[in-house]
């Protein structure tokens, strides 16, 4: 059986989504990372250490929240994550110290004093999250660490891999069959599927703010749309939605002139704005036909 | 009015880095070696987790003291058997391993949280260690216990403690042959079986079966031959166990005295060389479990 099949590909710092459907290799490529597998053939580095020859240096540098369950039930949360701190060489005191802020960097308080068997499963993986940022590693590797969570769950878990990500400066590898939840965190993605690389990309510039406004309105869309043509502005009717074309560079003060004249269009036609915000390219629209 | 750049703002540490100091292996080692201890004492965790271990202690250590008791009311007339009481403790030195190996080592399997010991400053080589360590010491301490309070409730019920203390100088080497050796046997087979599954149950049903078995083959070897050919009376562990403590101690029986037992070293090398196999086999299986 080979999970892995001639992948080759480097991650930059930063925030990498890993991809693909369920069985296309992503933990199994997480745990060669890890060292925790030893692959059959190839080689993969760490921060420049080889996983095979010198795991020992990655130890310290890598913080790894699995996919599963790995919580003693009736342990405490400070107490698992302390002794787990421990693990990784840091003493006890400070390990105990460490505990209790990563813990409240996640958003434990007053719980995490209680068994972790009562938790719900989005203390669950706040536990799970906190145990790989205890070491303060350079590296976090998390393998879909929004699984069984609600949609706000999710929410709060992607918001918090992002303040870890992009506040902190740790590099952040976060696995998930969904592509859709990765795009609002991520800076790059890694797309697998049946072993093998299907795209790796930067998404910095692609999914940042496009040239274009997203305006709607309530009312009569003909008109509003007519109106702005007729002052000057290139318009694209999509739907119920009207998208504004923004010249390539656009500062502030041009900026705050285009809200001024979809303003005065708005008035002239008698329309009632609804939104305008600047639109955001979608990971999709990147990916399509790759899927 | 309070100033823009006030004292009093509360500002969210959020994440920390951690500059401290590490200690790495040594102090990971350190780690699982407590958390095994105590988890195998039940400190630290719900009342039903104390029962078998303190069950144990105050059952093993009862008959001595009653011995003791006695010896001292006959005035040293009635002499302390230390063997015929350490051999009827032997099945609760049984319980007590095939109870609380599992406690430790199919438990990390059970939950899953050897990942993340793995992927810090422990190898499978060291976890491997650790836990044997802390079985190791509690076996000790508990087959020790009781040898201990006969050997100084000897000394102190007799009528001349100087004289008899000079006397028992001898004794004081079987007691921790005895002891040393036990715990080397128990924890050999006991860690080693419990690490094969991630069900409790099954871990202390093959432990407590393993004794059984290696009985039964004893006997049907000694049928087999005719007579009890020595080499197969070995394979009975809890006897040759009997046997070896019968010597130690220079209480044989009469039937021993008819057909003398093999030299006390051969028992000796059989109870060592089955440590070191129990130990050598934990090792071997800690490398192929599954992460």
């Known amino acids: 059986m080979s999970a892995l099949d001639s992948l080759s590909l480097s991650i930059e710092p930063g925030i990498t989504g890993l991809v693909g459907a369920n069985g296309a290799g992503k933990s199994t490529l997480v745990k060669i990372l890890l060292g925790l597998v030893e692959p059959s053939s190839g080689s993969a580095q760490v921060m420049g250490h080889d996983v095979v020859r010198e795991r020992s240096a990655i130890r310290a540098l890598v913080g790894y929240m699995p996919e599963h369950d790995c919580l003693l039930p009736d342990m405490s949360a400070a107490e698992f994550v302390s002794f787990l701190a421990r693990c990784s060489g840091i003493p006890p005191a400070a390990a105990r110290e460490r505990a209790a802020e990563v813990l409240r960097h996640v958003g434990l308080f007053e719980e995490r004093y209680r068994p972790m068997g009562g938790y719900s499963t989005g203390m669950a993986q706040r536990v799970k999250l906190a145990q790989a940022l205890v070491h303060d590693p350079r590296v976090l590797i998390l393998d879909e660490p929004t699984n069984g969570l609600d949609p706000a769950g999710r929410d709060e878990m992607l918001s918090l891999i992002q303040r870890t990500g992009r506040e902190f400066g740790i590099s952040v590898l976060v696995s998930s069959h969904l592509l859709g939840e990765l795009e609002r965190i991520c800076e790059g993605v890694v797309l697998i599927e049946g072993g093998r690389l299907l795209r790796s990309e930067r998404l910095g510039a692609l999914t940042g703010e496009t040239g274009t406004l997203l305006v709607e309105v309530d009312g009569d869309i003909d008109a509003f749309c007519a109106a702005l043509t007729a002052s000057g502005l290139t318009v694209v009717r999509d739907r119920e939605r009207v998208l504004v074309e923004l010249a390539e560079t656009t500062g502030e003060s041009r900026l705050r002139e285009m809200y001024d004249r979809l303003r005065d269009a708005a008035v002239s036609c008698n329309v009632g704005l609804l939104r305008i915000e600047r639109r955001r390219a979608h990971l999709e629209d990147l990916f399509t036909g790759a899927l | ?291």
């Open chain 2, 1 to 291: 009015m309070v100033p823009p750049d006030s004292e009093t703002t509360i500002h969210d540490l959020g994440y920390r880095r951690y500059d401290g100091e590490r200690i790495g292996a040594r102090g990971a080692l350190r780690a699982l070696y407590w958390q095994g201890v105590r988890a195998l004492c039940g400190v630290g965790r719900p009342a039903k987790a104390k029962a078998v271990p303190v069950f144990v202690v105050v059952v093993t250590m009862l008959p001595a003291l009653a011995a003791v008791v006695v010896s001292g009311k006959s005035g040293g007339v009635i002499p302390i058997r230390y063997a015929n009481i350490f051999t009827s403790q032997l099945l609760l030195f049984v319980l007590f391993v095939a109870a609380q190996a599992p406690e430790i080592l199919s438990r990390d399997q059970q939950h899953r949280v050897l990942p993340l010991m793995l992927t810090r400053e422990l190898t499978h080589g060291r976890y491997a260690l650790a836990r044997w360590g802390a079985l190791y010491s509690v076996m000790f301490v508990v087959c020790l216990a009781p040898l201990l309070l006969l050997y100084f409730g000897e000394i102190g019920v007799a009528t001349d403690p100087a004289t008899t203390f000079a006397k028992m100088g001898k004794k004081i080497g079987p007691v921790l042959m005895q002891a040393l050796l036990t715990a080397g046997v128990f924890t050999g087979l006991g860690s080693a079986l419990a690490a094969f599954t991630a069900r409790r149950a099954y871990a202390t049903a093959s432990i407590f079966g393993v004794f059984i078995v290696l009985k039964a083959v004893s006997v049907g070897l000694g049928d087999l031959s005719g007579s009890q050919g020595q080499a197969g009376e070995l394979l009975d562990l809890l006897g040759s166990l009997r046997t070896m403590a019968l010597i130690l101690f220079d209480e044989k029986t009469r039937a021993m005295e008819l057909t003398p037992p093999a030299s006390v070293w051969v028992y000796v090398a059989t109870m060592l060389v089955t440590s070191v196999i129990g130990a050598l086999m934990l090792r071997w299986r800690i490398r192929r479990v599954a992460t």
